[in-house]
């Protein structure tokens, strides 16, 4: 398990700032914080004592017990751990307030301030009670008074540029400020507004994460109708020619609306200015949004119609139908749709620039799915230090769709060097199935050649990409909008895209700590259900995937002690495919049995053992059987230690135990068949009370004794449990030279013929689909598998199609599988026979991140297994029967 933390040294001195430094810790899951609480002080450079028990960390104003397991909360991805003190600068919650203050336009964008005591004064000293910077805005620009019944006045205090009550001028004679209502000072805008609601159900995963669930209240932007206007986009500029103006250094002023507008049309106007601006949330909302998280949070799937649209700024724009001739709409959000013109090119002085591209990456982080959105930052301009580099975009590495999705050999998707870059850049070009969409963001120069030419290239692909420079001319050629920073003091934009200029847009900038503080409260979110989890993993251990990391008897019982008292399960989990696990479901009404084929050497035992494994943790041993026999070797061997196991038969070296498995195969189905009176299994076994007691040992005929038929179906008691036989190398029972595998081969056939209806599955791999082609159990099995194939013909005789033939040979375990329902996936089996990795063994680290160094190949801890210990299957099975015999 590897979680991001920030680690806060104490301070040196009365209102002096605390040093912090983000550090990767690496840890077994469960790990408790005293663990790691000497480690994590000597990340800021404290060297206290060596006992965990001196060493306290507080998580905002509480300190954190060392008993707290790392990845449960707080100790979440993402967090600031405060060492000695608690932090000075822990912001409560915004929603903890009756009423807000929220700054949703302008220069420094994004506050969200609880408003306390008396009053409040906005300006642009640190004097103020809340200061922006706005170098409009006067020093103390405006005062809120809050009176003890919740209502809030508002007046100026003598500003230079002045201030407007939504669009008239506000003097010093105090007026009522409802919410809801626009305050425009300077090219800032802020409104107040009541305390959040409520926010989504979260769940911990244990792992420094919080799943999402779904929002309470679907949030739809409002639908287009007769009297909404189109969303002010680059897609359409013409429309509007010059949407601001300044008169006398005055703040800008609406124009009126148009004489002949009657109250109805005026009610228009209201209705589609809110729309808009509830369309497109301003920054305070996106805060707001990632800290609840809200319900808006990521709502922004592929198909929804405002995808990839982004705010740049407000502005007054005409209004729709239903409005007067004439009627602008105040303040709202002018947008760049970069589905239409792909790429956007933000220039200007350089801290207005990121400013606005922090607020751009922002929105598109909390509307936009990380499964949906892949974001690549490159910031590799020779011309600017790299420290410079790092600090400019260090906030970012919080974000989680910078997380490398795709199989890119990097810590994040940042490209903050020349060869970084390189790599960024071509791993966007030779992506090949892209999963979501992509936003390429480059800061200047991409620092070389090559690289500027594989910029060039990307441009013409399916990447949005969004450019940062100081003037329009260091741009990339052929980009399809441009925002170019203009007034005084950069603090408007003019738009261009194809047509004329859209110009005197009040542009929307974020300052770098408001950035950091958004990323980090979604650092540690994750999609409840994510559309991808991108490429299949070359190798996978199947103890992970079935969450027993560490393998105990009282978890096994606790799983076997929630089981539903119905006809037992026989479902497999055999590994993932591209979006999900991927798992076989034997006792479903789909199809009871499953067909293997693969090449030799493709992991058609393995992934035996995998599903044998994955059966016994799925159910109790008395209501599920296993009989495994091999057709030519004993390949199942290392499973007969599973209590669920009742013979092992190894048809090659014992063809005796083999005829008298036949017959008991044979007896066992007829005896069914006579218990169940004509009812299927499951018909038979409703209503039917379970018995506890664990079925008895089981195994092969000791060397030398008589031979006996297996014992879980040589003498069937009632209730039966389920009885799934697993056949490894079929075609070797099918072949001439085989007299005891001949019999067993049409016992087989009986249970792919007459099994499925009596609770008797069969699973079977072949090396060669063309012997066991038109067999009874090539025509029962509706759950097939292909493996890596050596001809096209042998995949489409398995799956129906030839892409098993295509597989590596490098992927053991890789291979497709075809659903009763005809889908055909991609999937990876997992592991059961290897040992434990030796990382789950070491002790836990920190380590300093440098951001510098997160767009490189990471250096990973080797992962050997433990050669002399016990393998997977193994301390499984040892952990079955210990919860078996409870």
């Known amino acids: 398990m590897q979680i991001r933390l920030t680690v806060l040294r104490p301070r040196a001195g009365a209102g002096l700032p605390a040093s912090a430094t983000d550090v990767l810790v690496t840890a077994p899951v469960g790990t408790a914080l005293g663990a790691l609480s000497v480690a994590l002080a000597g990340a800021v450079g404290v060297r206290g004592p060596r006992s965990a028990t001196h060493v306290h960390l507080y998580a905002g104003s509480e300190r954190i017990d060392d008993r707290t397991p790392l990845g449960h909360p707080p100790l979440l991805d993402g967090a600031v751990l405060a060492l000695g003190e608690p932090d000075p600068q822990a912001l409560a919650a915004p929603g903890e307030a009756v009423t807000e203050l929220r700054v949703v336009g302008g220069p420094d964008a994004g506050g969200v301030h609880r408003l306390h005591g008396r009053q409040v004064r906005l300006g642009r000293s640190s004097e103020a009670d809340v200061p922006l910077d706005d170098p409009d805005v006067s020093r103390l620009h405006l005062a809120l008074q809050l009176a003890a019944d919740g209502s809030v006045t508002v007046h100026d205090l003598g500003s230079t540029n002045g201030t407007l009550l939504d669009g008239s001028v506000l003097g010093e004679e105090p007026r009522p400020l409802p919410v809801g209502a626009l305050l425009r000072l300077g090219e800032s805008t802020v409104t107040l507004a009541a305390s959040s609601g409520p926010a989504r159900a979260t769940t911990p995963d244990g792992l420094g994460h919080l799943q999402v669930g779904p929002a309470a209240t679907a949030v739809r932007p409002a639908a287009a109708s007769a009297e909404q206007p189109a969303p002010p986009a680059a897609a359409a500029p013409s429309r509007t020619r010059s949407l601001l103006s300044r008169t006398l250094g005055r703040p800008t002023t609406p124009a009126p609306a148009a004489p002949d507008a009657s109250q109805e049309q005026l009610r228009v106007r209201d209705r589609q200015a809110a729309a808009l601006r509830e369309r497109f949330p301003d920054p305070a909302a996106l805060l707001l949004t990632a800290l609840g998280p809200g319900p808006r949070l990521w709502e922004r799937v592929p198909a929804h119609p405002d995808a990839l649209t982004v705010r740049l700024g407000t502005g007054d724009l005409p209004g729709g139908p239903g409005t007067a001739p004439g009627t602008l709409l105040p303040a709202v959000p002018v947008t760049v749709d970069l589905t239409a013109c792909h790429s956007l090119g933000l220039t200007g002085p350089r801290e207005r620039v990121l400013g606005l591209a922090r607020a751009v ?14 974001v690549v930052v490159v910031g590799a301009d020779g011309r600017l230090p790299a420290e410079q580099r790092a600090e400019d975009w260090s906030w970012a590495l919080w974000l989680p769709h910078l997380r490398p999705m795709r199989g890119q050999d990097c810590r994040l998707l940042f490209g903050l060097d020349a060869t970084q870059a390189e790599q960024r850049l071509g791993e966007l070009l030779d992506t090949e199935e892209p999963l979501g969409a992509t936003l390429l963001l480059v800061d200047g120069d991409v620092g070389s050649p090559e690289a500027r030419a594989a910029l060039a290239r990307v441009l013409r692909s399916d990447v949005r990409v969004v450019c940062l420079a100081e003037t329009t001319a260091q741009l990339p050629a052929g980009l399809g909008a441009v925002a170019e920073l203009t007034g005084e003091v950069a603090t408007q934009l003019t738009l261009r895209a194809g047509g004329e200029p859209v110009e005197g847009v009040a542009l929307d900038a974020v300052s770098r700590p408001w950035a950091e503080r958004l990323a980090r409260a979604l650092a540690p979110l994750r999609e409840s259900a994510p559309v991808s989890r991108g490429p299949i993993p070359e190798a996978l251990r199947l103890l992970d995937l079935l969450e027993l990391d560490t393998v105990t008897p009282a978890k096994v019982s606790a799983r076997w002690e929630g089981l539903p008292s119905t006809t037992g399960t026989a479902t ?261 026979t290897g040992r434990i990795p030796r990382t789950a063994t070491l002790r836990p680290t920190v380590v300093a991140l440098d951001v510098t160094q997160l767009g490189t190949p990471p250096t990973r801890r080797p992962v050997r297994e433990l050669g002399n210990g016990p393998t997977d299957l193994a301390l499984l099975a040892s952990a079955l029967q210990r919860a078996a015999a409870d």
């Open 361 to 374: 990456l922002a929105q598109l982080a909390v509307l936009h799915p990380p499964s949906g959105l892949s």
């Open 572 to 832: 497999a989990l055999l590994g993932t495919t591209r979006d999900d696990l991927c798992t076989v479901d034997l006792a479903g009404p789909e199809s009871p049995h499953l067909l293997v084929g693969g090449a030799r050497g493709s992991g058609k035992s393995e992934l035996l053992r995998t599903l044998i494994a994955s059966l016994a943790v799925s159910e109790r041993p008395d209501r599920l059987s296993l009989l495994l026999i091999g057709g030519q070797g004993p390949s199942l061997a290392a499973c007969a230690e599973l209590p669920h196991v009742t013979a092992l038969v190894d048809a090659a070296a014992d063809p005796r135990q083999a005829m008298l498995t036949a017959e008991a195969l044979l007896d066992e189905l007829t005896h069914r068949e006579e218990l169940f009176h004509g009812r299927s299994f499951a018909s038979w076994y409703a209503g039917q009370a379970l018995s506890a007691k664990v079925v008895s040992p089981r195994g092969s005929a000791p060397a030398g004794a008589p031979a006996a038929p297996p014992a879980a179906i040589a003498t069937v008691t009632a209730p039966p449990p389920r009885l799934v036989v697993v056949v490894d190398d079929y075609e070797a029972l099918l072949a001439p030279h085989s007299p005891a595998g001949r019999p067993l081969a049409r016992a087989l056939a009986a249970v792919a013929q007459r099994g499925g209806r009596l609770g008797v599955h069969l699973v079977a791999t072949t090396g060669h689909p063309e012997q066991t082609a038109d067999t009874e159990l090539d025509e029962a099995a509706q759950w097939r598998i292909a493996l890596r194939s050596d001809h096209p013909a042998d995949s489409d005789l398995l799956i129906h199609v030839d892409d098993a033939a295509a597989v590596a040979d490098t992927t053991p375990g890789r291979g497709y599988l075809r659903r009763p329902d005809g889908a055909v996936l991609a999937f990876q089996t997992a592991r059961i």
